[in-house]
């Protein structure tokens, strides 16, 4: 199962993903979240939904000197952050631009699949779908 986006034309930009991504790990606001969504221009053109694809073959995990990122069966990455230098090579990489960066620690938000995001959107942006 990887997520999705499944309509963009439905995000009203309200941001509860990105909430619910930071609380899943026990933070608040939304900057360890490792997902975002972006205005286009406002309310009249819409909003942007980025969230990491689970590539077979992650640049971003390519990219890593240290091997703090590995690639996971089916998809996608894990994060290892003790193995991480801050170097941000990862979110460089990634031609999606789903690497968040987190300011606060200086390394990467990523995305683990969990579909935590998807019950809190309340319009149906996103989804788990299977590959």
């Not at 390519?62 to 090579?89: D, E």
């Not at 631009?97 to 579909?115: H, L, M, R, Y």
Request: net charge positive.
């Amino acid at each position: 199962m990887r997520l999705s986006v499944v309509d963009t034309e439905l995000c009203v930009g309200c941001q509860c993903c990105m909430f619910a991504c930071a609380r899943r790990s026990g933070l608040g606001g939304i900057a360890s979240s490792a997902i975002t969504v972006r205005s286009m221009g406002g309310m009249e053109k819409g909003f942007k939904v980025i969230v990491c694809r689970a590539c077979d073959d992650p640049p971003c995990a390519r990219a890593c000197p240290t091997g703090a990122l590995t690639p996971k069966p089916g998809g996608g990455v894990r994060l290892n952050a003790s193995k991480c230098i801050g170097c941000g090579r990862c979110a460089q990489a990634c031609v999606l631009g789903a690497v968040q960066w987190d300011d606060d620690v200086n390394k990467p938000s990523i995305c683990i699949q969990c579909g935590y995001c998807v019950s809190f959107c309340p319009h149906g942006v996103l989804a788990m779908e299977d590959k």
